[in-house]
């Protein structure tokens, strides 16, 4: 941690902010629902964009009424997701720099995602970029998932660092809503809804271009601390 600054860990989401997967996700849920004779509706993605894998399931069987189970639905899911992902998925430009970037800064790094384990192994393993994380953790790790701030809280707790000291990169409200209930400062990438969507955030930029360690310790040194 440099002198002077209130930032000891950054906290990424894993979809949309370090891999470029709500492409594949939409894609995995349109055949999900193709195979029932069902139609795809585009306002299903910012429903859906940052819960877990039950809460986005659950939400997919109330939206439409699918009589099969959230694990039946999950499981068939999470088979489509993972053969995009071993044959599609690639980095968000400029986001393994900026963790790379914070790393060398001695500030922790975690990678905090409402993916099920399996899939973020996935992604790490086919980026080769496991270690570049302190810490990650899953969806499927936690009682309650992303809005709830359970995820946060829990990653937090387990680098020993106090939520007000972290700071997160979001891409989704979901996700917003979850660190914010955490208590910590939020950086929003509009990659994957509109800006207007992602206006708790403390900033929102469009793109990795945009950001870099020290845009990182502005955001905290302005942030409020709560003792």
Not at 1 to 16: I, N
Not at 115 to 132: F, H, I, N, R
Not at 187 to 194: D, G, K, Q, W, Y
């Amino acid at each position: 941690m440099r002198q002077g600054t209130k930032l000891e860990a950054v906290l990424f989401d894993m979809d949309g902010v370090i891999v470029d997967s709500e492409p594949l996700w939409s894609e995995a849920e349109k055949q999900l629902l193709a195979r029932r004779n069902l139609r795809y509706s585009p306002s299903l993605k910012s429903a859906m964009m940052g819960r877990d894998a039950r809460g986005a399931v659950g939400y997919l069987i109330e939206h439409y009424g699918l009589a099969e189970s959230v694990g039946e639905l999950m499981a068939e899911r999470n088979q489509l997701i993972a053969e995009f992902f071993k044959e599609h998925l690639k980095a968000i430009p400029g986001a393994l720099k900026l963790v790379r970037s914070v790393m060398a800064a001695g500030i922790m790094t975690g990678l905090v995602s409402s993916s099920p384990k399996p899939l973020v192994e996935l992604a790490l393993e086919k980026l080769s970029v496991t270690m570049l994380f302190d810490l990650v953790l899953s969806g499927d790790q936690v009682v309650r998932g992303k809005p709830a701030p359970d995820i946060y809280i829990t990653a937090a707790e387990n680098l020993g660092v106090k939520p007000e000291y972290c700071l997160v990169i979001e891409d989704a409200p979901h996700g917003l809503a979850a660190a914010k209930g955490a208590g910590m400062c939020c950086l929003a990438i509009s990659t994957s809804v509109s800006v207007e969507e992602l206006a708790m955030a403390d900033k929102v930029v469009s793109g990795f271009e945009e950001v870099d360690l020290q845009l990182l310790l502005d955001l905290m040194q302005v942030s409020p601390i709560t003792d």
